[in-house]
């Protein structure tokens, strides 16, 4: 329950036609560099064309091209912590300097402070995620908007996690030359081991991530597996429905249950729950001490006694709260 994978893994019916498409691939020859086969199947399900869409090895490897590209000495990355670390990490990488606008206590976006930075131009690159990893919530749709029309920057927004969220900035994409939306097959569609990722932006957006890009990173077995994946995603609906119903109990339970009085637990449009936590590395170490893996933020800049748990199975997540009800009943303060 540490790193927001999905707790189910791909429907057996499914793995049986993956491991179908094995037999008749012909391992000796490279793969098809971009992946046009994917590329259309994406661009067809989103009503776009082959040449705004790009696939990668995760999303990881296209925000390492988004730091070639759109990075570098003498660029500016906007970013909003808490968030992502990879994305300040491939600036560091990159020799890009990074500007940190931090969000508000309640961790929503800063947004009156983000439109006075950017009016002042010498901006490259924002990374905006939505929704927010570790924090939880989506950006405002209506401020994405606002600052894609006050900029001439790139605006990243990462939908990794966009499954879980009912909210898409899409719609935007057709007006707006400097958005692009990342996703990924490693989260809702329980492809973390496959290694796929996805851009959808204008043909210019595109071209210039082409021109960066490893040009085999994208296994000809990834391919394949990504067009059954995506050709029958639909089978990974009821999955999803399950992550946002389990959210949103374990949600009630840390709110309004009194065992968890002294848990302060964030709202979430995405597949794990933020929480304020009293002793929250001890908690981690108990939970761990009793095979409950959660991810700590404890000691992480801004999310000082936070923990994030990934929603799993029900099962899972009953053993999760039971845990922790049971070292929060230890705590005497
Ligand atoms: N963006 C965010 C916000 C993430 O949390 C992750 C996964 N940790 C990614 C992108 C990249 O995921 P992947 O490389 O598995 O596609």
Known sequence: MSANENPRNVPTVLVERMVARLRDLPFNRYPDPLANT???????????????????????????????????????????????????????????????????????????????????GKVQCIMITSPNNPTGQCARLEFIEQLLNATDALVVVDEAYGEFAGQTVLPLLEAHQNLLILKTFSKAYALAGVRLGYVLAHASVINELIKVRQPYSVDAVSQAFGEVV?????????????????????????????????????????????????????????????????????????????????????????????ELKVFLGKVTS
């Not at 990881?60 to 759109?70: N, P, Q, R, T």
């Open 230 to 322: 995506f050709e029958n995603r639909a089978l990974f609906e009821s999955g999803i429905e399950e992550i946002i119903s389990e959210r949103a109990r374990v949600f009630e339970v840390l709110t309004c249950d009194d065992a968890f009085a002294k848990v302060e637990a964030f709202p979430s449009d995405a597949n794990w729950i933020l929480m304020r936590v009293p002793q929250a590395h001890e908690a981690w170490d108990y939970l761990y001490s009793q095979g409950v893996l959660v991810r700590d933020f404890s000691s992480a800049p801004l999310l000082g006694g936070c923990l994030r748990v990934t929603i799993g199975t029900p099962a899972e997540n009953d053993r999760f709260l039971r």
């Open 38 to 120: 994917l590329r259309d199947d994406i661009a067809n399900a989103y009503g776009l064309e082959r040449t705004n869409v790009l696939v990668g090895n995760g999303g990881d490897e296209l925000l390492f091209d988004i730091a070639l590209a759109w990075g570098g000495p003498g660029r500016t990355l906007l970013n909003f912590p808490p968030t992502f670390s990879v994305y300040a990490a491939n600036a560091r990488l990159t020799h890009t300097t990074v500007e940190s606008i931090d969000r508000l206590p309640d961790f929503t976006l800063n947004e009156e402070a983000i439109l006075e930075r950017v009016a002042k």
